[in-house]
C-alpha cells in the first residue's frame, strides 16, 4: 500500500503562485508515475502534471506553461509548482500515483483546495 498526503493549498489572489506538496509513504518502490489531477466545482477531474519513475514529466490541460512538477526522492515528495494562477484554476487537487503495469492510477491522496481570488 502506499499512502499519499498533499499539502499546500489555500487562497491565493490572482496573479499569485502556490507550490503543493504531495508526500508518499508505504510501498513507495512499486511506483511508476505520481501525478496531480484537479477537480473544479461541478467540472470532472483532470489531468495536471505526471512525474515518471525515470524523470520524465508531462503536462496537459489549462494550467500548462504556468506549472512545474518535480520530485525530492529523499523526502518522498512531488511538488506542484503553480504560478500566474487564474480565478478558474479555483479546485481541489490531488495527488495521484499508479504501479508498475498499471493502467490506472492506484493511490489518491485526500486533495487539498486551491481558491484563487479576483
Known amino acids: 500500500q502506499v499512502q499519499l498526503v498533499e499539502s499546500g493549498g489555500g487562497l491565493v489572489q490572482a496573479g499569485g503562485s502556490l507550490r503543493l506538496s504531495c508526500a508518499a509513504s508505504g510501498s513507495i518502490s512499486r511506483l511508476n508515475f505520481m501525478g496531480w489531477y484537479r477537480q473544479a466545482p461541478g467540472k470532472q477531474r483532470e489531468l495536471v502534471a505526471t512525474f515518471s519513475s525515470g524523470g520524465r514529466t508531462s503536462y496537459s490541460g489549462s494550467l500548462k506553461g504556468r506549472v512545474t512538477i518535480s520530485r525530492d526522492n529523499a523526502k518522498n515528495t512531488v511538488y506542484l509548482q503553480m504560478n500566474s494562477l487564474k480565478p478558474e484554476d479555483t479546485a481541489v487537487y490531488y495527488c495521484?500515483?499508479?504501479?508498475?503495469?498499471?493502467?490506472?492510477?492506484?493511490?489518491w491522496g485526500q486533495g487539498t483546495t486551491v481558491t484563487v481570488s479576483s
Open positions: 495521484a500515483a499508479k504501479e508498475y503495469g498499471s493502467g490506472e492510477y492506484n493511490y
